[in-house]
């Protein structure tokens, strides 16, 4: 009997996100890669856009159609936020959709109007299965919607001290990203000439996307509602993401009390570290690893407690977070083919 | 008859800050630089380690001592904290010393001490003119404690709200900064292969010895104790700090009236340029200048004001705030010397 | 009797180039700054694209017309290729034109059309004073076409090898360029994701179209047919060029000669730096000043003299090395406006 | 019956190319890691020099010494040079040693003693597979010296060319190095702060101890003496090199016959890559992998061949090398645990 994969196609191949899938899927034990799509870029090897998949540098970008990617076991989509819908509908319910877009994360349709602009699609199974009670949810789960990448490192920042109830529904990110969460696209800001030498400010005022999804999930942990002023920034590098997270402390909060609420979170979580005392977050220690670091401090003078998170936004951000809710969705063992070694320096 | 110029040492003319007050001295009409001066690296020519600063190239670097730095009009201090004091008063009270360290700009002992650890020196006017009051103090003084790299940038982005009275006085500031920040010293975590690709944070939770000194500077303006949650990261480039700072907007406030207290503040502030609405301040606009670049944000979600800040850490943030002030101390027009445009991209 | 400066004004102004010329004109002394034209951007203020030329960012940038530029002293133009013929020649013959394009800088119309595939326009006197006779050839001119930037970093490279005769008349050249000189235009390879992390070759096999432009100069300097192997390389760094030279040296030729040689040629040079012994030239020390600097070996195992040499792109690599020629051109000291210090780190 | 893995000490495993081993080896599914070893870190965890080795951060550094080393099935040395053959002699013969050091890898005592100064070593068979005849060599070899970085990849680039009679043997390379080819000492020239924005010339005009090496190779190659002008540069990058390689084409060479010498070459060869093309190598295509990738051209006009390489230089430069050259001595499949594709962008 010849052993099967799992034949996955990958939609939206030709830019960052689906190229970090196609990577981490290429050395998956258990998958097999099927159809590889995009949209202006089909009818070209994949190569000429992302010629670091030497192996598959031959393989030809199909068009981004249901047809294409129907017949695969599962689908991850890749795609500008909009489109996933009109493609999952026209997948069967027994087909595993892994949708790296935004469509389907937000609950509240008000929320997801405000920020996208467009009508609600409905709301799928969120992919941070270090949430309480995610994790469960993904197992058999057939649609999943994939965090965005800033709400991955701040979810995973905060979620511990409103689970223990430490802190004060009121919460101030800033975090800082590589230019790849930008994607591919031609925007002057994103030319090298620009970013290379320089942080800049974006999306300030809490206009940007990802802040509901921020609120969305700290609130559901906390059991109230939680405010986030979220501020995001772009760094001169390629990948990563810096969240430094604040609140204020609930009265009788100890450094101590806030370190052992995180350990007991991230005890048994194979892709969540706790560094140790002293050691602050880096994003290079992540880069390539589906890998989120965390460090906490309270500072008492502040009367706040600070926690930094670093990941890697292609990876735990997107791709590799992915495929951590694939396997736990397949049954396969939640580490399957994803690594927690960075490449570093 | 022959025109004089004043004549300036600079101490510590190996290192970032130190190199940065002879450029812009080296290009100040009035400004004629006498000693120049080192600690390990004296009896080697400046372009050995300033291999930018090529007219001074083959100036021999003096060992740091009262007697070499006696005799100069002007004395530009740029050592390790813990020196200045003994040097400055060995020097006459007619000499203008600008001491770029951070010993004379605490006023709280008890603040001093417990960020320092050593007894206090005492309190030197405070470098940074556009605080209210301050530039009219800074107009014949002979003693100059320039800011320190952060609070600059995080005093001009928040005083004006503080002045207007629109915000709470609880703040939350995180700022990343250009390596040349953390000076020359060699440090392991300071190495490009460490720096480049990654931002990391450091000095979390209310530890950096900068937050004091913001406390002081806001509690001023606000005339209430402000207290200040201050995260430092560092990000993959030279020079440059991006500052992110946030507190509760008053009852009342708007988009409108934050923007006008702004306006208001720095209307006739040659360094400090409110951006255009919807443009956000970039660390490259500045790069070389003696520019601070704002700009404001109402977060009516998180009930929060929001304002970033952009400066070059060597130039507004060190040598020329400490030139800018020294102008004034002798009188000179406040702008002489001082560029406001940016070396960019 | 007011004083009245030299009108200038600068066509492509919302580009790297064009914006880098305004950038010193503006701390020129002689000069005053009249239109800044652009195509696409026109209608919009400079400080849009180009915000950190802070004093000038409300100028409305007028439409590229020779009606626009007409009106004023010196006319700048930093256009694409093949703009510049059609401007000048509605520009009146005492209007110095200085073209920081290519139409006018070769002489043999066979090399024009081998490499830039459109008919020759041309030849004006070339902007490199520190070649042989081109100093005297600048006076009074009012056509100057600006040296391309790797012909500028190769030929004060290598010119004095050849001017004293100690190298064959075959190069190889590798260069290393930041993405500025690669200009504005929205390129996919480009982007800030692609270019930080990574070196890359491009135009490769002598194809790039400074070969010719080098040879050219090279060959009226040794009095024979030089032959250019040139390979460019795209590095992570906005600005720079390190240029790495090598020919055969003649017999007899010594490390002493070879440096000899060059002292000779650049002791009276303001713009270019024969470094110290021992030193080696790093774009950084360069960054923002009009300066080449220049350091020579001989290797005698491979019977090769190394020359390197590194310069801002943008400033003695085409806006710097423009305004020098201007200012010979119009019986200015050749140094006016220009600095050769540079901003590092 | 439990299954062993292959017992592997990693000595210098606190340094970047110890650590990069460390990171291969982890993935690898034969090889078990043993002691990990340090100098001057020894007795510290591993993770707190190398926080990406996730998995193994709590490992304590030994102190690198025969006694720890001995027990092991294979050696890996990550070493200072001039420290290895004390070890290696203690270790049994049955031993495999991976020397990353230069100690072994020259044959010619007088070339050693040139350029490192103290007596000769030895020699080790050379860990460069796709060299002619050498992957015969390694089989069952339990001495293996590990290719200097630059050298792996100008050997790559150019043995096709020497094999096959199409190249003059007098070569020019000039190469473009990541920092992390400095190691992780501290040097005041790799600090952050100045090589970010700055490419740098080094050991220049032929005294770079990589040159020797390349000589050799192609020497025996071409079945002649071949002399290389090689010219190292530094990068503002953490990893990668590109090196640029030519050499005067012998007569009748056509662009066809080069590119038909490398299909030839590299037909079958695992780990290294002739681009399509059109298409030239950038470092960040290999980084994180175990691949070379090489495109060539044939500039007629200056009568060359160029070949262009660019490699990971911790993986196929140093690490990546060493376990390939490993897994084929210890008869294991040439690929195991090495990828071809790269962590991009």
């Not at 319910?93 to 008000?110: I, K, Q, S, W």
């Not at 969460?181 to 030498?197: T, Y």
Request: net charge negative; proline share 8%.
């Amino acid at each position: 009997m010849v052993r099967m994969g799992i034949r996955a196609a990958v939609a939206g191949a030709s830019g960052y996100a689906g190229g970090e899938i196609v990577r981490i899927l290429a050395g998956h034990p258990e998958f097999e890669i099927g159809a590889v799509t995009a949209g202006a870029n089909a009818g070209t090897p994949l190569g000429a856009r992302q010629p670091h998949l030497r192996p598959l540098a031959d393989r030809i970008l199909d068009e981004t159609t249901p047809d294409v990617l129907a017949g695969h076991d599962a689908v991850f989509l890749a795609l500008p936020h909009g489109q996933s819908a009109a493609i999952a509908e026209r997948l069967g319910d027994d087909v595993l959709v892994v949708d790296c877009g935004a469509d389907f994360r937000l609950a509240d349709p008000a929320d997801w109007e405000r920020y996208y602009g467009t009508p609600h699609a409905g709301t799928w199974p969120y992919g941070l299965p270090e949430l309480p009670g995610h994790r469960e949810r993904l197992r058999g789960a057939r649609r999943i919607a994939v965090p965005g990448c800033y709400p991955t490192a701040v979810l995973l920042a905060l979620f511990p001290a409103f689970a223990a109830g430490l802190a004060e529904p009121d919460v101030v990110v800033v975090a800082a990203s590589g230019t790849s969460g930008a994607g591919r696209a031609l925007k002057p800001h994103l030319l090298g000439s620009e970013v290379m030498g320089s942080v800049s400010a974006y999306g300030v005022g809490g206009v940007h996307r990802h802040t509901p999804e921020m609120a969305q999930g700290l609130s559901a942990v906390a059991g109230e509602p939680v405010t986030v002023s979220f501020t995001p920034t772009l760094a001169p590098m390629s990948r990563g993401i810096l969240a430094t997270c604040t609140a204020k402390a609930r009265p009788g909060v100890t450094a101590e009390t806030l370190r052992a609420a995180y350990e007991r979170a991230y005890a048994d979580e194979p892709f969540v570290g706790l560094l140790p005392e002293g050691t602050w977050p880096a994003t290079a220690m992540t880069l390539g690893a589906n890998t989120a670091l965390v460090q906490t401090a309270l500072d008492e003078r502040a009367g706040r407690l600070v926690v930094v998170a670093a990941i890697d936004n292609l990876v735990k951000g997107t791709a590799g977070g992915a495929v951590q809710s694939a396997n736990i969705a397949l049954g396969l063992p939640e580490e399957l083919g994803l690594t927690t070694i960075g490449v570093s320096p």
